[in-house]
């Protein structure tokens, strides 16, 4: 038995899907809850593959930067906290504030949902916040209100439909890791989809039709997710749970959780530069002629959205069998893999660019590989860790706070590096974010037997975790 888990009964979760097989085995909600994290992942991976470039090539620009409402203020507010900053180091910065406050703001969507307005309402109230600001990025002048309106709209959302899949099954159902690998393909359906269309509206025809089409996307995620409503597990709200005392034993757990989270800042600070200035570095020094054609640089993401995909259905069935032989690493071994999948990642690059002015297409493909085989490595382990030890009273808190750690600032880290590519040259700063990954890798190595203490004094360990996947 866990300890941590010991304050609360362990009672079984009811829900009028308990008996529902209808999706391939599993309840008909699950059907709807996935195809709206399509859209939804559609619509933010869609933005994110044309954020930086907008803003470098447009809207950044003298004749279009005075046109956003509030933008003066703003960037004073910016450069008093990280200094003067060009127009690329501002873009990159802004890009890592947006990416990374993304993820600070589930921990407030969860207390609307578990506590005020229940997970479907909270969910609606994401969805629609999140259309209204795909939708409003078409005005320069909006710029910045619909920034914040897919801020509060994503962590309305995101925490809430993670729930809702867990309460479509009974605490003991099997179904329910199975169902998670369901819903995360579902989520990479959308981010392969989504640089292929709005990246190629955005680079081609104009980038406010890029964010159009994310926006569209969007309300057809609310429609899908309305339309299969009756299907949707019961809100479980807790406004009027007791408060319940942690104890000895719990608090040696979060601060386990904790310390697991410290080399995921390092790992995520380095991998998530693929998505701001690999992009833009990509649009200058890599061969993107295919077939006489000059391929979208926001495409690059469609591979990013299936190597993710491939990376999760290599290491699954790979720590199964490592674990029939009492061999799979566990969580803190995880990382240091991951770490040198990375550190290498970026030697390609690093290597790619320092020998030649115009970098073969392969080698950037090499280089999504093993940053996307890497991500296995990371967010399904660090997840795992978290719901298992995380004490039942403050488990929603943990989650959030893993999002926050292990998401949030590493992308604000990875916005606050850009003010040192143009002083450094491209080929240096990839050769830095290999020692960032590295990094990373030898906090995991040295952490880790302090980590093992904590837990093993109450009869715990950090032994695999098993295999359940979220993002």
């Known amino acids: 038995m866990n300890p941590n888990k010991a304050e609360t009964p362990n009672a079984e979760v009811t829900s009028k899907a308990n008996d529902d097989t209808a999706f391939f085995g599993h309840p008909r909600g699950l059907a709807f809850l996935a195809f709206t994290q399509v859209w939804e992942r559609f619509s933010y991976y869609g933005m994110q593959a044309l954020l930086t470039l907008y803003m470098i090539h447009q809207l950044l620009l003298p004749g279009h930067v005075e046109n956003i409402v509030g933008f003066a203020g703003f960037r004073a507010a910016v450069e008093a906290v990280f200094g003067p900053l060009t127009t690329l180091a501002l873009a990159s910065q802004i890009f890592g504030l947006y990416t990374g406050f993304v993820y600070m703001t589930p921990l407030l969507g969860a207390w609307l949902g578990d506590r005020v307005l229940g997970q479907r309402m909270t969910s609606v109230l994401g969805l629609v916040l999140m259309a ?175 190597m993710t995909i491939v990376g999760i259905a290599i290491t699954i069935p790979l720590w199964r069998r490592l674990s029939a032989r009492g061999a799979e690493p566990d969580t803190m071994m995880k990382f240091a893999i991951a770490a040198v999948l990375v550190c290498l990642a970026y030697v390609v690059l690093a290597l790619g660019t320092y020998l030649a002015p115009l970098v073969p297409a392969a080698l950037v493909v090499l280089y999504f590989v093993l940053f996307d085989i890497s991500f296995a490595w990371i967010d399904p382990p ?82 695999p975790c098993g295999n359940v996947v979220t993002i």
């Open 382 to 463: 660090a997840n795992a860790f978290v719901s298992r030890f995380a004490p039942a009273s403050v488990a929603t808190i943990m989650m959030s706070l893993n999002l926050m750690i292990g998401f949030g600032l590493p992308n604000i880290i990875v916005g606050w590096m850009g003010r040192f590519y143009e002083p450094l040259g491209a080929s240096a700063f990839w050769a830095v974010h290999a020692g960032i990954a590295a990094a990373g890798g030898v906090l995991a190595l040295v952490l880790r037997p302090l980590i093992k203490r904590l837990l093993n004094d109450q009869g715990e360990s950090i032994e």
């Open 132 to 306: 209204a600001g795909h939708l409003l990025m078409a005005s320069e002048a909006a710029f910045l209100f619909a920034l914040l309106l897919l801020l509060f709209g994503a962590g309305f959302m995101k925490g809430n439909m993670y729930t809702q899949v867990g309460n479509l099954y009974r605490f003991d159902d099997s179904r329910i890791t199975r169902a998670f690998s369901i819903y995360l393909i579902a989520l990479n359906v959308g981010a392969f989809a989504a640089p292929l269309v709005c990246g190629t509206l955005g680079e081609v025809y104009g980038w406010h039709f890029g964010f159009g089409a994310a926006g569209i996307g969007m309300l057809i995620g609310l429609l899908t997710y309305l339309w299969g409503w009756r299907y949707l597990p019961a809100d479980r709200l807790s406004k009027h749970a007791p408060a319940v005392k942690l104890n000895r034993a719990n608090w040696r757990a979060i601060t386990a959780i904790l310390l697991m989270l410290v080399p995921t800042i390092f790992l995520y600070a380095a991998t998530n530069q693929a998505y701001n200035l690999v992009i833009v570095w990509a649009e200058e020094h890599m061969n993107r002629s295919v077939l006489g054609m000059t391929m979208p640089v926001t495409w690059l993401l469609t591979l990013d959205g299936l």
